[in-house]
């Protein structure tokens, strides 16, 4: 998919190695069609790693998506140059008056707090309440998919006995929606958190459609029966080595975390990960942007 962003952001350079088609906004300037208008709300530390990791995801359609990277102004990133967020982010106030095709919402570390605890809540509920006027249809990834379900639905997190960290199989549980289209019977997910929505709270409400689970892990994929929202508990836009370099620094925080279950070929740390998910990852995102954003989305907002 023609990806276009700024020609200098250093995603770009990173998904040229690895063969990923990506347009710069100097070249899409001269295609003669409407770019899908797509907002990155980037709650994650490393955001330089969660913004490649998604703009792979993404690359994989003949659309053309537009990408607004933008962030909560209450938080200052300590994990990513100042520089690079002032030339590449914006705040809430200055899109909150523009409209999208589609919303993405990353995870974030603050699991071990309540909602309400975490400083930009109040603002988080501001663009997720704006996300129902001013967005077609909004993806919740991970801590942003339990944030959505709970703002939107009352749906609770509970804290995991232990991490579920690793890469766990998932089957789906109802066929009939375009968003697993093309998926097989089971197919793997990376998974790193602390807590979980419980899937008998997303059975038994009213609008929400449980689309794939775990029998080890629980509930995955969930959509809004309006098709207007998506929560993945999972993380598979993660690149080959994200759980490799999650352990790493527990390790050397002295965090007394597991190895990432089915990840090291023998649960190795020396050996390189096998991995089975982004063929997966590429029917996700692409079946997203096609059939929930794409087909839905009016050509022109006014």
């Known amino acids: 998919m023609p990806i276009n962003v700024p020609s200098n952001l250093p995603a770009i350079g990173e998904l040229k190695k690895e063969n990923i088609f990506i ?74 008056d523009q409209r999208y095709d589609g919303l993405i919402i990353t995870g974030a570390p603050v699991e ?66 375009h968003l697993v289209r093309g998926f097989d019977d089971l197919f793997p997910a990376p998974h790193s958190r602390y807590t979980e929505n419980r899937l008998e709270d997303i059975k038994q409400h009213p609008d929400l459609i449980p689309l794939a689970w775990s029998p080890e892990i629980g509930s995955n994929i969930v959509l809004s029966k309006d098709n207007r ?39 190795d740390p020396d050996r390189e990960p096998v991995i089975r998910w982004r063929a997966h990852a590429s029917l996700l995102f692409s079946n997203w942007l096609n059939y929930y954003v794409y087909q839905v989305t009016p050509y022109d907002w006014k």
């Open 112 to 177: 071990h707090l309540e909602f309400e605890e975490v400083d930009y809540w109040d603002s988080l509920c501001e663009v997720l309440e704006w996300s129902k006027t001013n967005v077609s249809n909004t993806m919740h990834i991970c801590w942003g998919a339990q944030a959505g379900l709970y703002y939107h639905y009352g749906i609770k997190k509970y804290p995991l006995p232990q991490k579920a960290f690793g890469i766990f199989d998932h089957q789906i549980t109802d066929r009939r929606h």
């Open 229 to 267: 929202q998506i929560f993945i508990s999972g993380h598979l836009e993660y690149n080959p080595l994200t759980l490799k370099n999650e352990y790493d620094r527990d390790m050397a925080r002295g965090l007394d975390t597991a190895i990432p279950e089915n990840y090291f070929p023998d649960d």
């Open 23 to 96: 347009m710069e906004e100097s070249r899409a300037i001269h295609q003669d069609i409407r770019p899908l208008r797509v907002a990155l709300l980037n709650l994650m530390p490393v955001k330089m790693v969660t913004e490649t990791d998604l703009l792979r995801s993404l690359a994989n359609t003949p659309l053309q998506v537009e990408l607004d990277l933008f962030h909560m102004h209450e938080h200052e990133s300590k994990n990513t140059p100042r520089e690079h967020m002032e030339v590449f982010y914006k705040t809430f106030d200055q899109i909150k």
